[in-house]
């Protein structure tokens, strides 16, 4: 779609005082400038990401000040601290009940892999075993700052989705589920321990 | 010419119905181009806490919670008719008297029976 405009003609017309622009670019506009996260915390991230909606840091400038209660208006997910495998079916169905397109924000060591916890019984090592994670943020807690960097790197991840072609964005493919699989209590651990449509961990090279 | 005076409540209605339309059909058109609907059955739930829910919502109470009532009423409830009944006392013409003492019965009543019933008893 953007491809169909020419730069240069663009920047003249913008000197001139008309703005052209392309049905993606104004789609990606409205949504990377108004991302309602879902109010929803876990545990001590939570309060950073209290700090970082109030007003000190206020999340408002990027326009994801409005926490919704309810997952069918929220477009971001901010998984917020330790995920205990009590909690992960429940995280794993709110968002599956978020509307599409939305966004995972995994925020903090724990939400990452399970951080200072990760030998607890109870603790995922990660969430993003059952669900996709657009972006992660390291800190034990993160600082409000480094969670307006990843809302910042998740705005920028949205500006660059495409709107059709082969490399469309994830949501508009009629085959990419929007629903995964919530695990269930098993006997000694939840079943599935991980989704492999989703978890995709790096794998170690050892050097013999 | 002068316009029909009732022209702008047509004019008001057709703005009151195309306004609306305008974003339903944009919304429509958009889920036929670009975003195909994705539903399903935890999408659809009703519920939307993250917790799935339990039994019927179609409950009931016990009924035997009715003596704890009527204990709140003699002993709660009936202290706040007593007092102005104790300061107006020796004003009260025959009538209010009487409605007073009737209404004292009915609660004595309502003792009588919670103590029968064993509702006053102190378990440890």
Same mark, same amino acid.
């Given at each position: 779609m953007s491809e169909g405009i020419d730069e240069v003609l663009r920047s003249k017309l913008q000197r001139q005082g008309v703005w052209v622009t392309s049905m993606q670019e104004l789609y990606n506009w409205g949504r990377k400038n108004s991302i309602w996260p879902l109010q929803f915390g876990l545990a001590c991230c939570a309060i950073e990401m209290i700090a970082t909606a109030?007003?000190?840091?206020?999340?408002a400038r990027f326009g994801g000040e409005v926490f919704r209660p309810s997952p069918r208006q929220a477009d971001l997910m901010i998984v917020a601290g330790t995920v205990t495998k009590k909690m992960a079916p429940q995280i794993v169905r709110l968002y599956n009940q978020m509307a599409d397109p939305k966004y995972v924000i995994a925020m903090g060591a724990c939400a990452i892999? *399970? *951080?200072?916890?990760?030998?607890?019984?109870?603790?995922?090592?990660?969430?993003d075993r059952y669900i996709p994670v657009d972006v992660y943020i390291p800190g034990c807690p993160p600082r409000p700052e480094a969670l307006l960097h990843a809302f910042m790197e998740l705005q920028q991840k949205i500006d660059e989705q495409?709107?059709? *072609?082969?490399?469309? =964005? =994830?949501?508009?493919?009629? +085959?990419?589920?929007?629903e995964y699989p919530v695990p269930a209590f098993g006997k000694?651990?939840?079943?599935?321990? =991980?989704n492999p449509n989703v978890f995709h961990p790096p794998a170690i090279e050892r050097q013999s | 010419m002068r316009p029909n005076p009732y022209l702008f409540i047509v004019v008001f209605i057709g703005v009151a119905l195309v306004f609306p339309l305008i974003p339903l059909a944009l919304a429509w058109l958009w889920r036929r181009i670009f975003q195909p609907p994705k539903p399903g059955p935890q999408k659809n739930?009703?519920? +939307?806490?993250g917790v799935e829910s339990l039994g019927e919502a179609q409950i009931q109470f016990r009924s035997q919670y009715y003596l704890y009532a009527i204990i709140f009423l003699i002993f709660d409830v009936e202290a706040i008719f007593l007092v102005p009944f104790a300061v107006a006392f020796t004003g009260l013409p025959v009538g209010a008297f009487i409605a007073i003492l009737v209404f004292l019965l009915l609660l004595i009543e309502g003792l009588v029976w919670a103590w029968s019933k064993g509702c006053l008893q102190w378990e440890r």
């Open positions: 109030a007003s000190r840091y206020d999340i892999s *399970g *951080g200072p916890f990760k030998q607890g019984y109870n603790v995922l090592k990660g969430i495409k709107l059709s *072609g082969a490399d469309k =964005a =994830a949501h508009l493919e009629s +085959e990419q589920p929007s000694h651990d939840l079943e599935p321990p =991980a | 739930a009703i519920y +939307e806490c």
